[in-house]
């Protein structure tokens, strides 16, 4: 197996296990990660996921040494070539950031819902240098989450990008200390888990499908999800433990 599927709680983590190619995914790798990922998607019991690599690195990207050997990318409207980016899940999955996070690699990242990166991580869009195009998303969502101008800064020169850059430009949410990313992760799904999952998924899925509506859809398709969360009851139980005084001031 070429990656690790663990459930902690409500958590499960995701690891690209492949050290000794700082966890580049090749076609066996890349049907792992999406059956874990739909594995995760079906289990009610697990609420966030955190994908990371071993060894120190998150991941290289593609294989390249596999493609030159012949093994082709594989072409499905279903899934990435990386795996599960293509993906669209109900629930939040959190990039736990070591090492290299670069091209193939970087896509996976973006894939995700938020970016923990350590302090001397190293992004960037690699394939640049190799004549690799992206094809897991990178050419959307990094536009999208960083602005068309610095975007095509990265997807043009391919250089590389330390975590305090990306923190500043956006590319990654929050930087902690080497070594340190995937506890931090871990601590960060917790706390999502914690909290009522209806209204938090249905928040997360209109931020996702604004994209492909006019405003005026968009508000029509909020509201009318935000709806259905308050006549499941979950907000009403919310409102009740409020006004017993539960969570005022932050707590």
Same mark, same amino acid.
């Given at each position: 197996?070429?990656?690790?599927?663990?459930?902690?709680?409500?958590?499960?983590?995701?690891?690209?296990?492949?050290?000794?190619?700082?966890?580049?995914?090749?076609?066996?790798?890349?049907?792992?990660?999406? !059956?874990?990922?739909?594995?995760?998607?079906?289990?009610? %019991? /697990?609420?966030? $996921?955190?994908?990371?690599?071993?060894? +120190?690195? =998150?991941?290289?990207?593609?294989?390249?040494?596999?493609?030159?050997?012949?093994?082709?990318?594989?072409?499905?409207?279903?899934?990435?070539?990386?795996?599960?980016?293509?993906?669209?899940?109900?629930?939040?999955?959190?990039?736990?950031?070591?090492?290299?996070?670069? !091209?193939?690699?970087?896509?996976?990242?973006?894939?995700? %819902? /938020?970016?923990? $990166?350590?302090?001397?991580?190293?992004? +960037?869009? =690699?394939?640049?240098?190799?004549?690799?195009?992206?094809?897991?998303?990178?050419?959307?969502?990094?536009?999208?989450?960083?602005?068309?101008?610095?975007?095509?800064?990265?997807?043009?020169?391919?250089?590389?990008?330390?975590?305090?850059?990306?923190?500043?430009?956006?590319?990654?949410?929050?930087?902690?200390?080497?070594?340190?990313? /995937?506890?931090? $992760?871990?601590?960060?799904?917790?706390?999502?888990?914690?909290?009522?999952?209806?209204?938090?998924?249905?928040?997360?899925?209109?931020?996702?499908?604004?994209?492909?509506?006019?405003?005026?859809?968009?508000?029509?398709?909020?509201?009318?999800?935000?709806?259905?969360?308050?006549?499941?009851?979950?907000?009403?139980?919310?409102?009740?433990?409020?006004?017993?005084?539960?969570?005022?001031?932050?707590?």
């Amino acid at each position: 197996m070429k990656v690790r599927y663990e459930t902690e709680g409500p958590v499960a983590v995701v690891t690209i296990d492949r050290p000794e190619v700082r966890n580049a995914v090749d076609e066996e790798t890349a049907e792992e990660l999406f !059956a874990a990922f739909e594995n995760f998607n079906a289990d009610s %019991d /697990l609420a966030v $996921a955190v994908l990371t690599g071993s060894g +120190g690195h =998150f991941c290289a990207g593609f294989d390249l040494k596999a493609l030159a050997a012949g093994t082709g990318i594989a072409i499905d409207p279903n899934r990435g070539p990386m795996g599960p980016t293509y993906m669209q899940l109900d629930k939040p999955v959190l990039a736990a950031i070591e090492g290299h996070a670069v !091209a193939g690699g970087l896509e996976l990242a973006l894939w995700c %819902d /938020l970016r923990i $990166a350590s302090r001397d991580a190293v992004l +960037g869009v =690699f394939n640049r240098r190799f004549g690799v195009p992206l094809v897991d998303g990178g050419t959307i969502r990094l536009p999208r989450m960083i602005g068309q101008g610095r975007a095509l800064d990265l997807i043009l020169s391919g250089r590389a990008v330390g975590a305090d850059e990306a923190l500043t430009m956006g590319l990654v949410e929050r930087v902690v200390e080497p070594g340190t990313a /995937l506890d931090s $992760a871990r601590d960060l799904a917790l706390h999502l888990s914690s909290f009522p999952q209806r209204a938090l998924r249905h928040d997360r899925r209109s931020v996702y499908r604004q994209w492909s509506q006019d405003d005026e859809d968009s508000l029509r398709a909020e509201q009318q999800g935000g709806m259905e969360v308050i006549a499941s009851g979950e907000s009403l139980e919310g409102a009740r433990r409020f006004a017993e005084g539960d969570g005022r001031h932050g707590s």
